[in-house]
């Protein structure tokens, strides 16, 4: 089982920068990958972003791409995702979720592992 839990959530202003972070614990050497959701109100939970835990390959929806980063830290078994030039449409509770597998970011119950999610709010 692996534990995962967000953090660095808020309240910012357009234009503004927000970094999350996802701390993950229990058995991380089964995580193959790490991702980052996101649901706002309303809408159907989307992909944002993803890693994968050994090599470090990062793919991003094309929403967020140039704007938003991926990483992670295998010695602290957490990831992150820096987010910057952010905009309303940006206002959603942020989710990471791991697998022990490849995934289909287009189909996020699958994935093995949730964190409780973070609520990021971008006032204009």
């Known amino acids: 089982q692996v534990q995962l839990v967000e953090s660095g959530g808020g309240l910012v202003q357009a234009g503004g920068s927000l970094r999350l972070s996802c701390a993950a614990s229990g058995r991380t050497v089964s995580i193959y990958v790490m991702n980052w959701f996101r649901q706002a109100p309303g809408k159907e939970r989307e992909f944002v972003a993803t890693i994968t835990w050994g090599r470090g390959i990062t793919a991003y929806a094309d929403s967020v791409k140039g704007r938003f980063t991926i990483s992670r830290d295998n010695v602290k078994s957490t990831g992150y995702l820096q987010m910057n030039s952010l905009n309303p449409e940006d206002t959603a509770v942020y989710y990471c979720?791991?697998?022990?597998?490849?995934?289909?970011?287009?189909?996020?119950?699958?994935?093995?592992?949730w964190g409780q999610g973070t609520q990021v709010t971008v006032s204009s």
């Open positions: 979720a791991a697998a022990t597998g490849p995934r289909d970011p287009r189909f996020p119950s699958s994935y093995d592992y």
